[in-house]
């Protein structure tokens, strides 16, 4: 397993076959799964079948972009995961930020850790000119998340999503930090 990155709390490691039950114990939490399904479960069978080879085939293109699993750097439990991933239709240059963290680890500030770290990765790393993070206007705790890492609102938009999810009906808003609004950020510090 290839280690991505290391934060004070986080290992961001690739992930491998053998990660699908914990995929399915995450997303069987209907807390987790309130503003992705509505609280339905993602089932075994489609993790393994479509997600983690989804996940490898990220891997294998390229080492700075994908999915992997977030892990307690003290205990090596599975936390969840964070993407840097291009949304289909959208340049390399400006990969999406996204994550799903156990309840048990919200409001630990790991989802911020986290996604400041992968931030940091892309402007240090890659050829990245901004990176984006979408959720739904009502998922205030998302969006707190993406302005504790440095992102600022750029727009409200409508989704076309496969399900209903109460709060929908609001639409959904879309954070980026560009490669000089981070660089002045840095230098600001």
């Known amino acids: 397993m290839k280690i991505l990155l290391q934060t004070p709390r986080?290992?961001?490691?690739?992930?491998?076959?053998?990660?699908?039950?914990?995929?399915?114990?995450?997303?069987?939490?209907?807390?987790?799964?309130?503003?992705?399904?509505?609280?339905?479960?993602?089932?075994?069978?489609?993790?393994?079948?479509?997600?983690?080879?989804?996940?490898?085939?990220?891997?294998?293109?390229?080492?700075?972009?994908?999915?992997?699993?977030?892990?307690?750097?003290?205990?090596?439990?599975?936390?969840?995961?964070?993407?840097?991933?291009?949304?289909?239709?959208?340049?390399?240059?400006?990969?999406?930020?996204?994550?799903r963290l156990h309840r048990s680890c919200w409001g630990q500030g790991l989802a911020t850790e986290g996604s400041r770290a992968l931030i940091d990765h892309a402007f240090l790393h890659t050829r990245v000119t901004r990176v984006t993070a979408n959720t739904m206007v009502v998922h205030v705790a998302s969006r707190r998340v993406m302005e504790k890492s440095g992102l600022v609102l750029v727009r409200h938009f409508i989704a076309d999503w496969p399900v209903h999810i109460d709060g929908d009906e609001h639409g959904d808003v879309q954070y980026s930090i560009t490669r000089e609004e981070w660089q002045g950020c840095r230098e600001a510090v």
């Not at 399915?24 to 799964?33: F, G, I, T």
């Not at 989804?54 to 599975?78: C, I, M, T």
Request: proline share 7%.
């Open 10 to 99: 986080l290992v961001l490691r690739e992930f491998t076959e053998a990660d699908a039950g914990l995929l399915a114990a995450l997303d069987a939490d209907p807390s987790v799964m309130r503003f992705i399904s509505n609280g339905v479960a993602t089932p075994l069978q489609e993790i393994t079948a479509e997600h983690i080879p989804a996940y490898l085939a990220y891997h294998r293109k390229s080492p700075d972009f994908g999915f992997w699993v977030a892990q307690s750097r003290e205990s090596n439990n599975f936390l969840g995961w964070f993407h840097l991933r291009s949304e289909l239709g959208c340049p390399e240059t400006e990969p999406e930020l996204g994550y």
